[in-house]
């Protein structure tokens, strides 16, 4: 069984539709996969729906724009109730910080002498309700500005960079809490990547696990090198957390992410389902049965 637990649809900064996406995942032979776009739910059901027409698992996900000290968490959350108030509440600030921000960017990169007005960003976005740093991205390519997404990153937006603004985003382990009260699971997305293991050190993760019960980590990411997930394997074995494995999938929006290029451990996935089915089933939204 091959399972993809990170993928994003066009719905935030991918480039497919929910519906084309579990298409490809059922192309490439994956058996499970999650849709987890930025701070919305609304890919789930079109997913949904193209799922159970092809026989793909599509496990209903979201990943949350948190933050610990000022840098960027993200956390993925499994199975979780999108009509639960608290998480709903959080995720439309998140959303309305996103579209704060943008004034500040698009001011910072035209006196940076690379102007893109904010229609030439909206055009980017489609219908996605979640306006990310790709889509000025993309705003910024389609300008002749920069080559790709990557050169728009490195040069103007990534964290810290000179087009940056921070955003409004929730403290991670209150993201995790509002994870929980809406009955999903919580799992910190590529933890190490891009050199952050001073965001998230191991004494760090183990309160997180003990004081607001941390599921898992993603530890098989394209942001992880070798030693990096051997690493994180040991960590994820000490803490009892669920080790996960994705691509992180964006469509044509980032290279070398394709689908199933990192994978879950069916025995994972099985675990994940138990823990879900200990949630309160009443608020909480439960995976699909695995197809096993
Ligand atoms: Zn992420
Ligand atoms: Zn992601």
Redesign the pocket.
């Known amino acids: 069984m091959r399972i993809d637990l ?1 993928t ?1 649809s066009s719905v935030s900064d991918g480039t497919d539709t929910p519906a084309e996406l579990v298409d490809k995942a059922h192309a490439v032979g994956l058996d499970v996969v999650a849709l ?1 776009d930025h701070d919305t739910f609304d890919g789930l059901d079109a997913a949904a729906a193209e799922g159970e027409r092809l026989g793909v698992v599509v496990v209903p996900g979201m ?1 949350l724009s948190c933050s610990r000290q000022g840098s960027s968490v ?1 956390v993925l959350a499994y199975g979780a109730d999108p009509a639960s108030p608290g998480l709903a509440a959080e995720m439309a600030r998140v959303r309305g910080g996103r579209l704060g921000r943008l004034t500040g960017v698009l001011a910072k990169l035209a006196a940076l002498g690379v102007p893109v007005s904010e229609a030439e960003v909206m055009a980017q976005v489609g219908t996605s309700p979640s306006v990310g740093r790709p889509h000025i991205a993309d705003a910024l390519i389609k300008a002749g500005h920069v080559r790709d997404r990557q050169e728009a990153f490195d040069r103007f937006l990534a964290d810290g960079g000179p087009a940056h603004v921070p955003r409004y985003t929730i403290e991670v382990d209150r993201g995790i809490d509002l994870v929980h009260e809406a009955g999903g699971l919580a799992v910190i ?1 590529h933890p190490w990547g891009r050199g952050r293991e001073h965001v998230l050190p191991p004494q760090v993760l183990a309160a997180l696990v003990h004081d607001h019960g941390l599921d898992g980590i993603e530890v098989d990411h394209q942001d992880h090198d070798a030693d990096i997930r051997a690493r994180l394997r040991v960590l994820a074995d000490s803490l009892d957390l669920l080790a996960t494995g994705s691509s ?1 999938y964006h469509g044509a929006g980032k290279l070398d992410h394709d689908l199933g290029c990192n994978t879950t451990d069916p025995e994972v996935f099985n675990e994940m389902q138990r823990r879900l089915a200990h949630f309160t089933p009443a608020s909480g939204r439960p995976l699909p049965p695995s197809s096993r």
């Open positions: 990170h994003h987890t990943e993200h997305a992180d």
